[in-house]
């Protein structure tokens, strides 16, 4: 079974930077790698697939990169509706799919 | 307009039995695979079972296996999760996720169903 990791759990930032995010898996994965936002009380988002594809309507001061074992999310120019837990999932070896336990973006 | 409608959840008894259902409509349901995902509270999301389109490719997580049974009713465009013997591990929101075609990432999610498992 893949393991993801994320790092950190807990980024603070203030609006109008610039936040990356990170997430390893345990092995390699090639691209086969998505991100999702959720805000609370409401179901993920697809905002990246394919480690760097943005999912339909996804603004582009999202992007993703990476491929292998070591992937990250930036987000620039950060605005308010931008905080919120954010998940890397892996779908190149499943079953399981496995999911990353979340970085969460605060505000500072 | 791609939803997808969750029912089903609500409080049991540990050592009950659920049927969660989940109603798609804006898409050829019929071609695409589905899945579960639940998310224990204040927790992260977790993998539970995968069906594909014809039902040919059923799989769970290892941990689930034998008391979660997924299936589908394409002419219905629904697919459902039974649950037996639940404990209070299984306490989450279930969502129902589509997975993106020529990949496997969830495009879209229902807004989830609450499952709790209480005496």
């Known amino acids: 079974e893949i393991v993801m990791t994320q790092s950190p759990a807990t980024l603070s930032v203030s609006p109008g930077e610039s936040a990356t995010l990170s997430c390893r898996a345990s092995?390699?994965?090639?691209?086969?790698l998505a991100w999702y936002q959720q805000k609370p009380g409401q179901a993920p988002r697809l905002l990246i697939y394919?480690?760097?594809t943005r999912a339909t309507g996804i603004p582009d001061r999202f992007s993703g990169s990476g491929s292998g074992t070591d992937f990250s999310l930036t987000i620039s120019s950060l605005q308010s509706e931008d905080f919120a837990v954010y998940y890397c999932?892996?779908?190149?070896?499943?079953?399981?799919?496995?999911f990353g336990q979340g970085t969460t973006l605060e505000i500072k | 307009e791609v939803q997808l409608v969750e029912s089903g959840g609500g409080l049991v008894k540990p050592g009950g039995s659920l049927r969660l259902a989940c109603a798609a409509s804006g898409f050829n349901f019929n071609t695409f695979s589905m899945n579960w995902v639940r998310q224990a509270p204040g927790k992260g999301l977790e993998w539970v079972s995968s069906i594909n389109s014809r039902s040919s490719y059923i799989f769970y997580a290892e941990s689930l296996k034998g008391r979660f049974i997924i299936s589908r009713d394409n002419a219905k465009n629904s697919v459902f999760l039974q649950i037996n013997n639940l404990t209070a591990e299984d306490t989450a929101v279930y969502y129902c996720?589509?997975?993106?075609?020529?990949?496997?990432?969830?495009?879209?999610w229902g807004q989830g169903t609450l499952v709790i498992v209480s005496s």
């Open positions: 996720v589509r997975m993106k075609p020529t990949t496997n990432a969830g495009d879209y």
């Open positions: 394919g480690a760097s």
């Open positions: 092995q390699s994965i090639r691209s086969n």
């Open positions: 999932h892996q779908y190149n070896d499943w079953p399981p799919y496995s």
